[in-house]
């Protein structure tokens, strides 16, 4: 299985922007969807935004607008742009994968997916 890397975390101020970079060890094309998740201290691990290889995407209600999931398959490298950060957006933020084609509401199912980085934290002040 191929390894995970986030980066790109990092603390800003509430309406400023951060991009998370994923880093993949083995060719993006062995998944056929990848998606970001995230975790806030004391709550459940919720889904972000997935990306299918087809470039289909799916993102959560609230995150819709402000966020924006990508990947560039010659660098093996999934990204999530995020913008307009709130502090509700405090969370270590994972990137995942899996060989299975995602449906617009995988993002709520983190079971299904295969394959985790470690994670990179994002934290947003007032």
């Known amino acids: 299985q191929g390894q995970l890397v986030e980066s790109g975390g990092g603390s800003v101020q509430a309406g400023g922007s951060l991009r998370l970079t994923c880093s993949i060890s083995?060719?993006?094309?062995?998944?056929?969807?990848m998606g970001w998740f995230r975790q806030a201290p004391e709550k459940e691990r919720e889904g972000v935004a997935t990306?299918?290889?087809?470039?289909?995407?799916s993102y959560a209600g609230r995150m819709e607008g402000r966020f924006t999931i990508s990947q560039d398959n010659a660098r093996n490298t999934l990204y999530l742009q995020m913008n307009s950060l709130k502090p509700e957006d405090t969370a270590v933020y994972f990137c995942?994968?899996?060989?299975?084609?995602?449906?617009?509401?995988?993002?709520?199912?983190?079971?299904?997916?295969?394959?985790w980085g470690q994670g990179t934290q994002v934290t947003v002040s007032s």
């Open positions: 995942a994968a899996k060989t299975t084609y995602c449906s617009v509401i995988d993002y709520l199912y983190s079971f299904y997916f295969t394959n």
């Open positions: 083995k060719d993006i094309a062995n998944y056929d969807c």
């Open positions: 990306i299918n290889s087809d470039g289909r995407t």
